[in-house]
Each structure stands twice: as structure tokens, then as C-alpha cells.
Nanobody, 124 residues
Framework: QVHLVESGGGLVQAGGSLRLSCAAS????????AGWFRQAPGKERKFVAS????????LYADSVKGRFTISRNNAKATVYLQMNSLKPEDTAVYYC?????????????????WGQGTQVTVSS
């Protein structure tokens, strides 16, 4: 079982940046893909980005392409989400997830463990 803890959320103005981190415990985290999802108030949780086990392949939701960058440091068992040019519609709770596969995926069933989430609020 992988335990995930997100950090780095907060309040930022539109156009600003934030960097989320997800620290994992458990030996298998670095052997599988990882991802970020988000859930806005009153809406379903949605895919944001995912990354392969070595970091060489990534997937992004269309809504964040060109603005967000996912990366990982397996030596630190940590996954990051750099978020630039933030918009009010990016406001959500952001969740980190540990994948079941080597390659990046975008459906929730492809992920086996979830963090508690970190709140990101973008003001206009």
C-alpha cells in the first residue's frame, strides 16, 4: 500500500503559479505511473496529468496543456505539478494518485492509491 501526502496548495491570483508536491511512502511507488486529478465544488473528480514510472512519458488534460507540467523524482519518491498561468476555473482540490501501470493513464480505475488532497484557489 502506498501512502500519499500532497502539499503546496493555497490561494493565488489569476495568472500566478503554484507548485504542488506529492510525497509517497512505500517501495512500489517509483515502479509505477503517477497522476494528478482535481475536483471542483459540486463537480466530479477529473484527470489533470499523469506521468510514466521513469518520467519519460506524460499525459495532460486539454484544459491544462501548455500551462501545467508534471514531473517526478523517484529518488525522493515525489511527484510534482507545476501550475502556471492559473485561472479561476483551476480552483479545486487537487489529488495525487499512484498508478497501476508503467505508462501514464487518465481514468481513475488505473490508479490504486490516493492522497487526501490539497486545496488550490485562484482568485480573479
Amino acid at each position: 500500500q502506498v501512502h500519499l501526502v500532497e502539499s503546496g496548495g493555497g490561494l493565488v491570483q489569476a495568472g500566478g503559479s503554484l507548485r504542488l508536491s506529492c510525497a509517497a511512502s512505500g517501495r512500489t511507488f517509483s515502479s509505477y505511473s503517477a497522476g494528478w486529478f482535481r475536483q471542483a465544488p459540486g463537480k466530479e473528480r477529473k484527470f489533470v496529468a499523469s506521468i510514466s514510472w521513469r518520467g519519460g512519458a506524460t499525459l495532460y488534460a486539454d484544459s491544462v496543456k501548455g500551462r501545467f507540467t508534471i514531473s517526478r523524482n523517484n529518488a525522493k519518491a515525489t511527484v510534482y505539478l507545476q501550475m502556471n498561468s492559473l485561472k479561476p476555473e483551476d480552483t479545486a482540490v487537487y489529488y495525487c494518485a499512484a498508478g497501476r501501470s508503467l505508462l501514464p493513464r487518465y481514468t481513475e480505475t488505473d490508479f490504486r492509491s490516493w492522497g487526501q488532497g490539497t486545496q488550490v484557489t485562484v482568485s480573479s
